[in-house]
């Protein structure tokens, strides 16, 4: 049953996103190349002689890919939510969604799918492939718990758009909380030997930040350290505080004029 | 018992006030302010009623829908709906409700109603044949058989209207609310409407209704209860409203010969600007209509009389002044 409003509401998504035909495929073309386009940067970077310490300019990519695909993946599924809150909160419709007899946060996140935003993925997945073809992998256990980390990623990128898409609830009309999220879920684009030591712990395991890009990666390029699997509980703290602190703050809607 | 049980309801909210100094002082400092919009509100509707809700703009009238909805929590007091409270029970309550917010769509702007019908019947756990059925009869009610297959965004207001209107009740809901239903739509359109909703009344449906259109009110509502600053002034039949300012009608007067004067047997005279047409405010309790034609017939030469009921217009504005 509950899967069946799943795919309606994924259903509905899709017709939504796809209904300017024009401006959902530029989205998606726009994204795919500015993601494929990203490592000019770094390529920048290393052909100036610059460098991360202790990472060759593929392995930063691949580093780089992985953060991009986990937030391809976390955007398709959550970006939308941040504003679809802020807009019915502001608006003052909210209500059109707590008269739906399912979760309020379900039915913001299944409605507000965004295809488009799979351009992320696949463009960090095809840069992906072109730098591991460049460096290889650490094994099949390193794969498998790059893997795991990834998705734990994943969880931990979800769990931040929530909590903004909370606050949203009490900091009306603030359109600079995506931007908070992003600046946080950032750090995991560098490698953390970048970062000082006490920074690193915090981006490892208080807010997983690393976990969405440079963890994976570290473990699938270097191996991996029974260490890193520890942040794998922030990032479901995370996640969990996310959809607490939503489903919280619902109760803080107070609607606006009729 | 009834359908619907409210007991004390307040809802409080704490907002800010921009300071008199201005913009520049208001961006370190606002006031806060408490603001009552709703202020211990009581009353219990039976199953199958329509009750209109009435009252100024600002008066709490869409607030007490929206806890009524379970789309607000009430600051305090009790809501009881078909034995649920409707913001702790909310997934199973709104199940068998529906809502029609005039302002707030639930349709979505850039696809077909069609689709958010769909959207619905997965949501609601309707079966197929059952939405196949209640859709096509609904479809044909509002006369929207081609309108549901375009955008929202390109529907008039009216066949918009029609189409929220479906989309709340696609689940056979038992309590429907109402909030403006008819803002905005043309005399067709509100016609219809009012149709639809008898149709759904008289299967047992209960409808409560907010609106500033006293025509939705005296055609629909039985019972009516009106809200002013948060507080319940009114809550009693369209008869009762009626009678509030007194067992009174007005007279319409055509004459012959111009009238002079502003009284007439003590009785205020409205006239037009050449005097051919008068209006008087008739009080049945001191004067019945038969001694009143008698001094009419004295007094003036009259060609046509009408006699008609106290507009609720002016029933409204002074309940609302008072």
Not at chain 1, 91 to 118: A, C, D, H, M, R
Request: proline fraction near 4%; charge should be neutral.
């Amino acid at each position: 049953m509950r899967f069946k409003v799943y795919l309606a509401c994924i259903k509905t998504a899709f017709v939504r996103a796809t209904a300017y035909r024009t401006d959902f495929l530029l989205s998606t073309i726009i994204t795919l190349l500015s993601n494929i386009l990203f490592p000019i940067v770094t390529i920048v970077i290393y052909a100036n002689g610059l460098e991360f310490p202790g990472w060759t300019m593929w392995e930063v990519l691949a580093l780089q890919s992985i953060f991009s695909m986990s937030n391809g993946i976390a955007s398709m599924c959550l970006s939308s939510v941040l504003w679809a809150t802020m807009d019915h909160v502001r608006g003052g419709s909210f209500e059109t969604v707590l008269l739906k007899p399912v979760s309020p946060l379900f039915y913001i996140v299944t409605t507000n799918f965004s295809p488009s935003q799979v351009g992320l993925f696949v463009g960090g997945l095809v840069v992906l492939i072109v730098s591991l073809i460049n460096t290889g992998v650490s094994g099949i256990w390193g794969a498998l718990g790059a893997f795991v980390l990834f998705i734990g990623g994943i969880v931990a990128s979800a769990g931040f758009y929530l909590i903004m898409a909370a606050i949203s609830f009490i900091w009306v009309g603030n359109s600079r909380l995506d931007e908070i999220s992003s600046s946080i879920t950032s750090f995991g684009n560098y490698p953390i030997g970048i970062f000082s030591k006490g920074l690193g712990i915090v981006i490892s395991f208080v807010v997983p930040a690393a976990m969405i890009g440079s963890l994976p990666a570290q473990v699938l390029l270097k191996g991996a350290e029974p260490l890193y699997f520890l942040g794998l509980i922030p990032c479901g703290l995370v996640f969990v505080f996310g959809i607490w602190i939503y489903n919280r703050m619902i109760r803080r809607y107070e609607g606006v004029g009729g | 018992m009834g359908i619907i049980n409210v007991k004390n309801l307040r809802k409080i909210y704490t907002t800010y006030k921009r300071s008199e100094k201005g913009f520049f002082a208001s961006f370190f400092k606002r006031k806060k302010i408490e603001v009552r919009a709703v202020d211990g509100i009581d009353f219990e509707i039976e199953k199958g009623t329509i009750v209109g809700m009435l009252g100024p703009n600002g008066a709490g009238k869409s607030t007490t829908i929206k806890m009524l909805c379970g789309a607000l929590f009430p600051t305090e007091g009790e809501i009881e709906i078909m034995g649920y409270s409707p913001a702790k029970d909310r997934a199973k309550y709104v199940k068998r409700i529906g809502a029609v917010f005039g302002q707030k769509s639930q349709l979505i702007f850039d696809i077909p109603p069609a689709d958010s019908f769909a959207m619905n019947k997965a949501i609601y756990g309707i079966p197929d044949d059952v939405y196949e059925a209640r859709l096509r009869e609904m479809v044909e009610l509002f006369g929207i058989k081609d309108v549901i297959h375009k955008p929202t965004r390109v529907l008039s207001l009216g066949e918009r209207m029609k189409c929220e209107i479906v989309m709340a009740m696609l689940h056979d809901p038992e309590v429907v609310f109402l909030d403006e239903p008819t803002i905005g739509l043309d005399v067709i359109a509100k016609a219809t409407i009012r149709d639809t909703i008898k149709k759904m009344n008289q299967k047992g449906v209960t409808f409560i209704l907010t609106t500033h259109d006293l025509g939705d009110v005296e055609e629909l509502a039985e019972r009516v209860i009106v809200i002013n600053h948060g507080k319940k002034i009114f809550d009693d039949s369209l008869k009762k409203l009626k009678l509030l300012l007194g067992n009174k009608k007005i007279v319409d007067v055509s004459l012959a010969v111009p009238f002079e004067g502003d009284s007439l047997d003590g009785m205020s005279v409205n006239k037009n600007d050449d005097g051919t047409k008068i209006s008087v405010e008739l009080d049945l309790d001191k004067t019945e209509v038969k001694e009143f034609l008698t001094v009419l017939g004295q007094a003036t030469d009259f060609t046509d009389i009408e006699i008609r009921e106290l507009p609720m217009e002016e029933i409204i504005t002074r309940l609302y002044t008072e």
